[in-house]
């Protein structure tokens, strides 16, 4: 049953295959009509869920058991979510009892790793649960190939970006890969951030740091993300070195971009 | 420095300086925990205001809160501080200074008069022992009118940004949320682009599209890609048309650094504006945006609370005369303004400073997905804007910028706002929305065209080869 106020149609529907704003809405009265509105609901909705979903640390480390890959759990200085929303300096680095562990681990296993992977719920756990796995599937073929030795998966509970520097250096990493949880947007919850130093050690600002960002089935490709991050640390181990003068120029089949699209406001009459 | 001592019953507060005291009577916001320099607890915050309350205004042009042979932005508070318009509250401590501004003495005409005699300080200081009504009933008084194309700021009327961004700055997805908040009857303070892509080449392209749009339409609104000051200068100097001059401003010295900036730049932007003399009923030019947390972000607050740093911002903005500036309040994320009452509370503030210092204050009423805040949050504070006479809000598609990823007010948003309160556009673009056949209003009323207008209908038709 169509329940449109007639003041709502929408003259310029067509509009809609030209961007994914939310336009030609109509309207009831001058205000949201009863779909849109919900459909905007439901879509924050989604995004507030992901940023307060529990890390499902025991789900992660059971699936790396299945793989025969052991983890290891730690937690930043940030106590909960709340304390981790308004702290983010806690979020950067680990709780003593985990600093500890981690000097502990490092030392019953010395000699260190070529890489140190590191996986934080960050701002979306949604995008961790849900792409760590198949992507680091991906990943591990080219560690493989690369014959690097990798460190057990340290997963981090209410972690940030820079904890995986301080985790990479404990453990003696020459390289630590982060998997972190991006802040989600309205039509995307589930983006997962990936971050990636050389020779990482606490204090390092961004600059120092690669990063390669919405890794997800609407965005970049597991499989592209690890190609452009296996040409990273191939050139990290070349240069010493990672960061802002170390360009992403991975050699790979860019996306078909269409020609832009006329503008109709500014065609002849 | 002065140390300030407050005596409340048996219990003796102490506070280190001036900063210290305007840091702890902040009203509570988490950027301030985050810095380390709000109040320990509801009582010393209290406490603070009461000591704060007895500062004389006067005592603000002696001790300065950020040296003066350090910084550019105290330099140019100080030297610019007008002591003949300061004169009528000169005698007056920071608690008086209210009791006077939401008196019958302050008037539309007397707060004009006294605005180049206030500092960003004095401004900040009285905003911490105010209450939420007393912003919106002061700063409802007091009208700060510009001119471009359009004609902001007058009573009775609401202007909106039409915030048009897209991912990867397609041309055609750019015109089709123009042509959507066009026919919502949004875009009078501006069309201004948040570019997805920072190169010169593309920078001109969207602004040599948007002139032609306004042009062929003959919109009376303005133009405006934002993009860093430099940027602008080097695309005046190519030659391409360019309305207005957009760039993210602080409050001190080194938060301007962090943006690649100071006040030379600045003017140098300003002036390159000016030359191409293309405002036909004025030439207010330059467009701000500011938010409160961005010193403490650039790590460069010297211990000074977020919200005095952000009215030191509105010093930079009013010394070269701007179209517009837009706090752009809740986008910094919950570590600065961590949930709904604190980013109203702060978007209130702003619009209060900036007006109370003479400047043509908007909002971006807005918010992240990772703050405790939803869209009802972003009805409260437009409807309380609306109320306090603010000169501007944004109006995107549907409240979601798919570039910025965040939400902020929408084209139907503004139509609430001036529903609810009787608010008009900007009165050039009120007449081009009658004449076109999009709308007509009247005082809350608004009627829109039977049909599309032709000029657009046309281009429609463009679509699908029809």
């Not at chain 1, 981090?156 to 947007?185: C, F, H, S, T, W």
């Not at chain 2, 405790?372 to 504070?381: G, K, R, S, V």
């Amino acid at each position: 049953m169509d329940t449109t106020p007639t003041d709502s149609l929408n003259p310029w529907l067509e509009l809609r295959r030209l961007t994914p704003a939310r336009i030609a809405l109509g309207r009831t009265g001058t205000s949201m009509p009863t779909q849109a509105q919900l459909d905007f609901q439901f879509a924050h909705a989604q995004a507030r869920d992901a940023v307060h979903l529990p890390f499902d640390h025991v789900g992660l480390s059971s699936q790396f058991a299945e793989r025969g890959r052991d983890s290891l759990l730690v937690h930043s200085a940030a106590i909960d979510r709340h304390s981790y929303l308004q702290r983010p300096d806690l979020g950067r680095k680990l709780n003593e009892d985990s600093a500890q562990q981690l000097r502990d681990y490092a030392q019953a296993n010395a000699g260190g790793f070529d890489v140190v992977v590191v996986v934080a719920d960050g701002l979306s756990a949604l995008a961790v649960h849900r792409h760590t796995q198949p992507f680091l599937a991906r990943m591990e073929e080219h560690f493989a190939t690369e014959g690097w030795s990798v460190s057990p998966v340290v997963l981090v509970e209410q972690g940030r970006v820079a904890v995986a520097d301080e985790i990479g250096e404990l453990l003696g990493a020459k390289m630590v890969l982060m998997l972190i949880g991006e802040r989600p947007g309205l039509s995307s919850p589930d983006s997962l951030g990936l971050y990636f130093t050389y020779a990482p050690k606490v204090g390092l600002t961004d600059a120092y740091r690669n990063c390669i960002s919405n890794v997800r089935l609407e965005g970049l490709s597991y499989g592209m993300a690890a190609h452009r991050l296996a040409y990273l640390m191939r050139e990290a181990c070349r240069r010493k070195l990672s960061g802002v003068n170390l360009k992403d120029e991975a050699q790979v089949q860019t996306l078909e971009v269409a020609a832009p699209n006329e503008n109709f406001l500014l065609k002849d009459a | 420095m002065a140390t300030f001592s407050h005596a409340v019953g048996t219990q003796t507060y102490r506070f280190d300086s001036l900063k210290d005291v305007m840091a702890k009577a902040s009203p509570a916001r988490s950027g301030d925990y985050l810095a380390g320099v709000a109040a320990l607890n509801d009582g010393e915050r209290v406490a603070a205001q009461m000591a704060l309350a007895n500062i004389p205004l006067s005592y603000f042009l002696q001790e300065v809160l950020i040296a003066y042979e350090s910084d550019e932005v105290t330099r140019l508070i100080i030297d610019s501080h007008d002591l003949i318009a300061f004169a009528p509250v000169s005698h007056l401590t920071v608690g008086g200074f209210r009791d006077w501004l939401l008196s019958d003495a302050a008037d539309e005409h007397s707060l004009r008069a006294l605005a180049p005699g206030l500092t960003p300080e004095m401004v900040a200081a009285v905003s911490k022992i105010m209450r939420v009504q007393d912003l919106i009933l002061v700063a409802q008084k007091i009208r700060v009118v510009t001119r471009f194309r359009g004609t902001m700021g007058l009573r009775g009327r609401l202007s909106t940004r039409l915030q048009p961004n897209h991912p990867t700055d397609d041309p055609a997805g750019i015109a089709a949320s123009i042509l959507d908040g066009l026919l919502y009857g949004n875009g009078d303070a501006m069309i201004g682009i948040n570019p997805a892509t920072d190169s010169i080449a593309s920078i001109c392209d969207l602004l040599n599209m948007l002139d032609a749009i306004i042009q062929r339409y003959e919109i009376p609104t303005q133009s405006c890609v934002l993009t860093h000051v430099t940027t602008s200068i080097e695309a005046i100097n190519r030659g391409v048309p360019l309305d207005l001059v957009f760039q993210s401003i602080a409050g001190t010295e080194a938060a301007n650094a962090s943006f690649g900036i100071n006040l030379n730049v600045l003017q140098e932007g300003y002036e390159a504006g000016l030359s191409l003399n293309r405002g036909t009923l004025g030439n207010n030019l330059m467009y701000f945006e500011t938010g409160q947390g961005s010193a403490l972000s650039a790590n460069a607050h010297f211990g000074v609370d977020q919200q005095t740093c952000e009215t030191r911002a509105y010093a930079v903005a009013r010394h070269f005369k701007p179209f517009l500036v837009n706090t752009v309040v809740g986008f910094i994320g919950p570590e600065y303004l961590y949930n709904g009452k604190q980013i109203i509370r702060a978007g209130l503030e702003d619009h209060f400073c900036g007006k109370l210092l003479g400047v043509p204050m908007g909002c971006d009423i807005c918010y992240t997905n990772h703050a405790e805040a939803d869209q009802d949050d972003m009805d409260n504070l437009l409807t309380l804007l609306g109320v306090a006479g603010i000169n501007f809000i944004m109006g995107i598609p549907g409240s979601d910028d798919i570039m910025l990823n965040y939400q902020t007010t929408s084209f139907h948003d503004a139509l609430y706002a001036r529903k609810t309160l009787g608010l008009k556009p900007a009165p050039e673009f009120e007449q081009w929305l009658s004449k076109v056949g999009i709308f007509t209003q009247n005082d809350g009323r608004i009627e829109f065209g039977q049909q599309l207008p032709p000029a657009f209908r046309q281009a429609l038709a463009h679509l699908g080869g029809r």
